[in-house]
T-cell receptor, first 118, second 112 residues
Framework: GAVVSQHPSRVICKSGTSVKIECRSLDFQATTMFWYRQFPKQSLMLMATSNEGSKATYEQGVEKDKFLINHASLTLSTLTVTSAHPEDSSFYIC??????????????FGNGTRLTVT | GNSVTQMEGPVTLSEEAFLTINCTYT??????LFWYVQYPGEGLQLLLKATKADDKGSNKGFEATYRKETTSFHLEKGSVQVSDSAVYFC???????????FGKGTRLSVIA
């Protein structure tokens, strides 16, 4: 079945540094990928929609200069948390849909990245 | 707008008990409906789905029926196991290649 690989699974960084998270669709092409952030009480917040070959679409309240998204190919999207601060510590999850522009296809999720900023 | 409401947890059950996690939705048009499961420290895995009214999705003993008349998609399992302990998310996809709209998740703990 469709697999989305996310790397790294866990990262600890110092305040002020930048961290890059990769999301790959392993056996299908994804023109669109979605980045979510999960808060401690489980809720998932959509951060942005990553579009291959064009600019990402950010949700209201998400700083595009802080959370840089690059969708360089049909199988890879990256999220870079720039100048990270402790409040950016969270669980980040990427997802992609196999099958294109139909609402019947489920989203496949990566295993998430636990970011801790010290 | 589109939204999903699911019962708040945590839900704690004994092994072999019957499980119901309620989910209702609001959507325009004809959304597809999904249940996802998240085990500790992991991402979300698709559990089951239904794409039109009266469809029943089922997997691993879990099932849910797409009820358009009550705008519901309740998750059920007849006999839960300790290994079912996880967070369960109800979600809908309104149209096309759009992000899912999630409920807030329900944590299930099954004790032996």
């Amino acid at each position: 079945g469709a697999v989305v690989s996310q790397h790294p699974s866990r990262v600890i960084c110092k305040s002020g540094t930048s961290v890059k998270i990769e999301c790959r669709s392993l056996d299908f092409q994804a023109t669109t990928m979605f980045w979510y952030r999960q808060f401690p009480k489980q809720s998932l917040m959509l951060m942005a929609t990553s579009n291959e070959g064009s600019k990402a679409t950010y949700e209201q309240g998400v700083e595009k200069d802080k959370f840089l998204i690059n969708h360089a190919s049909l199988t890879l999207s990256t999220l870079t948390v720039t100048s990270a601060h402790p409040e950016d510590s969270s669980f980040y999850i990427c997802s992609a849909r196999e099958g294109g522009a139909t609402n019947n296809s489920p989203l496949h999720f990566g295993n998430g990245t636990r970011l801790t900023v010290t | 707008g589109n939204s999903v409401t699911q019962m708040e947890g945590p839900v704690t059950l004994s092994e072999e008990a019957f499980l119901t996690i309620n989910c209702t939705y609001t959507a325009t048009g004809y959304p597809s409906l999904f249940w996802y499961v998240q085990y500790p420290g992991e991402g979300l895995q698709l559990l089951l789905k239904a794409t039109k009214a009266d469809d029943k999705g089922s997997n691993k003993g879990f099932e849910a029926t797409y009820r358009k008349e009550t705008t519901s998609f309740h998750l059920e399992k007849g006999s839960v196991q300790v290994s079912d302990s996880a967070v369960y998310f109800c979600a809908l996809n309104p149209t096309g290649n759009t992000p899912l709209v999630f409920g807030k998740g329900t944590r299930l703990s099954v004790i032996a």
